[in-house]
């Protein structure tokens, strides 16, 4: 019997599949996708689904993140270690207590300065150094990790464009792609009109009275 963690982050996976496939080109059910491969696993050996729809970069990491924040699969442990690399590096700020004109006591942000001012560039060398290593011996968020890599690795559609193009061609099909290497808010807007493709979002922007 599958556990209850599992069972979650399955849900999470498959959820957002379901989403990469319904905004791919062209659009699909992933659902239906998943039960015609084991229908025809020749097929599916021989040019696998997700070789089949083109799903942008941008539009990939939108979907993915957008997924990883609902299901709390952010990957906290690897931002942090980033985060204390970067103030190493260029300085920080720390907080200094004092007493204003009247007595009365508030807080003022000190700029500090970067790690090899303190200890010097080859001692901050091994400062760093060592960081990487901690970040790769000590295996933290395994769940936002194996998440991602799911996604990444596993059946979501493709970036290459070209490939796609050429499958549906060779099924006699000339179908039109958008490329979507889009900001983040019109992958928004798309999520706001429940729209799957910009062409679609565009009639839903366009008032009656334009």
Request: glycine share 4%.
């Amino acid at each position: 019997m599958i556990d209850l963690k599992s069972k979650i982050m399955n849900e999470a996976i498959d959820s957002c599949l379901r989403e990469m496939y319904r905004c791919s080109q062209p659009s699909a059910d992933y659902d239906k996708l998943k039960e015609y491969a084991k229908e025809h696993p020749e097929e599916e050996k021989e040019f696998p689904t997700f070789k089949r729809y083109y799903l942008s970069t941008e539009q990939f990491k939108y979907i993915l993140k957008k997924y990883a924040e609902a299901y709390h699969l952010i990957p906290g442990w690897k931002n942090n270690i980033e985060t204390i690399k970067d103030e190493f590096e260029t300085g920080s700020d720390k907080k200094e207590y004092k007493k204003d004109s009247y007595g009365e006591m508030f807080i003022e942000r000190v700029p500090t300065p970067p790690l090899c001012e303190r200890i010097g560039q080859e001692n901050t060398k091994k400062v760093l150094e060592m960081l990487d290593e901690i970040d790769d011996s000590h295996k933290r968020d395994k769940d936002a990790r194996y998440f991602y890599s799911s996604l990444s690795l596993g059946h979501s559609p493709t970036s290459n464009l070209k490939d796609v193009k050429e499958f549906w061609k060779d099924k006699g099909l000339e179908l039109e792609f958008e490329e979507r290497h889009c900001d983040e808010d019109v992958f928004f807007d798309m999520d706001m009109y429940e729209a799957t493709s910009i062409k679609e979002l565009e009639e839903h922007l366009i008032g009656p009275n334009d």
